[in-house]
């Protein structure tokens, strides 16, 4: 242990991944995400089974050992599993009471250092939108300073971060996260909207027509159409009754 760092657990994990590792899977599954760090070959649920042996072994006893530990974790990382095992750790049951303000920091870095999809995507739905729930109101602030920011990813997890609020979205402050991004050209902006815009229209299909109705010619084609799928798949449905 040095400097909080919980260096035991750090090397377990990347033990269990080795002892899990198919470097026949691994190319695929590098190609597939188009990333730079290499994979060592762990499925999802052999993941998800190494950590909870892993963090029930080690477990840390303070915020700073958690924080220290989780972000040596990630920013050592030889192989993309070890920090898909940094996000586990963040997620952990047994630091539930760690997911507050001073946490906002480790997701930040994590979102920007990462900036791909699988990583941010998690983090948005899974541990910035909780925090938004917590602390309505330091962390709506901070989610309309994102949606303005330089850094996509942080684009992107403000526009996602209410993906499962379903009644509880604050309608404002999606409506508010899309504004600035309307314009933007790239993929996973527009996706993003749509997605968010779809899955709001789950609880509110009304106050989704209307939007995309009024931004009819703001809202590329693609964030159109994500945003009326799921109300097209229930006409067809009800039609076909």
């Known amino acids: 242990m040095v400097d909080g760092t919980n260096y035991e657990l750090i090397a377990a994990v990347r033990e269990e991944l080795a002892r899990a590792a198919d470097s026949v899977k691994a190319p695929a599954m590098q190609a597939y995400m188009k990333s730079a760090m290499p994979y060592i070959g762990v499925t999802a649920p052999q993941l998800r089974e190494a950590c909870r042996a892993v963090f029930a072994a080690h477990p840390l006893a303070s915020f700073d050992g958690w924080h220290e530990t989780t972000l040596a974790l990630w920013r050592e990382a030889h192989y993309r599993e070890e920090r898909y095992a940094a996000i586990g750790l963040t997620g952990d049951r047994r630091y539930r009471g760690y997911q507050r303000l001073d946490a906002l920091p480790i997701y930040e870095e994590m979102i920007v250092s990462g900036a791909w999809w699988d990583y941010v995507d998690d983090l948005a739905t899974h541990r910035i939108g909780p925090l938004l729930a917590l602390y309505p109101d330091p962390m709506r602030a901070t989610m309309l300073s994102w949606s303005r920011n330089a850094n996509l990813w942080k ?87």
């Open 155 to 241: 684009r992107r997890t403000a526009i996602l971060c209410q993906l499962s609020f379903k009644a509880a979205t604050d309608e404002e402050l999606l409506f508010a996260c899309i504004a600035p991004n309307m314009g933007e050209k790239d993929f996973f902006i527009r996706k993003a909207i749509g997605w968010a815009l779809r899955e709001y229209a789950k609880t509110r299909p009304d106050a989704v027509c209307r939007y995309v109705r009024k931004h009819e010619t703001e809202l590329s084609p693609l964030s159109r159409r994500e945003a009326l799928k799921y109300m097209e798949i229930q006409e067809r449905e009800a039609a076909n009754r």
